[in-house]
T-cell receptor
């Protein structure tokens, strides 16, 4: 399976600032996704990062708050803008690895970025 | 909303088989059943997936009922390192592969 890394692994930020999280994968992938996991909660999909076009956001998430870049097939960034304590979460990227031939595609997750906003 | 129902927690003795149930009564004909686990706030780890046939890999076995309305993930010999939250997810394969996570089952493997 693809090897996925995220930077930073954790950060503590002041309210009103922005943080950009990087996701790097060791092979070219078509689909990349960004998720949020609030404390004690399950994962929620933020958006699908499309290479060469704008990201597709899920209901409740907007581009102004979570701008996403996808400059190539191995890299994506998620920015958390104008942060407030409610943005304290783990942010995870995932990639979809194509099955090829028979079978279906599978998503693999990065290790996550733990963000605390004071 | 998640399309699956799982018990919130289960215990299992170390070395015994862990059987984790999942109900997905509204699953459609071309939706797959995926299982992931998350160990203490790490990124979710893919375990296994299937469509209608039972599946087995080096980590686990997946048993899907004939009507596909429920499934069971089996960890044949649970270890302490298998303590995690296990998520059962149904979704379409391919480019529309959006994973909708429910609350999962917290499996606690006891020594």
């Amino acid at each position: 399976s693809a090897v996925i890394s995220q930077k930073p692994s954790r950060d503590i930020c002041q309210r009103g600032t922005s943080l950009t999280i990087q996701c790097q994968v060791d092979s070219q992938v078509t689909m990349m996704f960004w998720y949020r996991q609030q404390p004690g909660q399950s994962l929620t999909l933020i958006a699908t990062a499309n290479q060469g076009s704008e990201a597709t956001y899920e209901s409740g998430f907007v581009i102004d708050k979570f701008p996403i870049s996808r400059p190539n097939l191995t890299f994506s960034t998620l920015t958390v803008s104008n942060m407030s304590p409610e943005d304290s979460s783990i942010y995870l990227c995932s990639v979809e690895e194509l099955a090829g031939g028979f079978g279906t595609d599978t998503q693999y997750f990065g290790p996550g970025t733990r963000l605390t906003v004071l | 909303d998640a399309k699956t129902t799982q018990p919130p927690s289960m215990d299992c003795a170390e070395g015994r088989a862990a059987n984790l149930p999942c109900n997905h009564s509204t699953i459609s004909g071309n939706e797959y059943v995926y299982w992931y686990r998350q160990i203490h706030s790490q990124g979710p780890q893919y375990i296994i997936h299937g469509l209608k046939n039972n599946e087995t890999n080096e980590m686990a076995s997946l048993i899907i009922t004939e009507d596909r309305k429920s499934s069971t993930l089996i960890l044949p010999h649970a270890t302490l390192r298998d303590t995690a939250v296990y998520y059962c997810i149904v979704c379409y394969g391919g480019a529309t592969n959006k994973l909708i996570f429910g609350t999962g089952t917290l499996l606690a493997v006891q020594p």
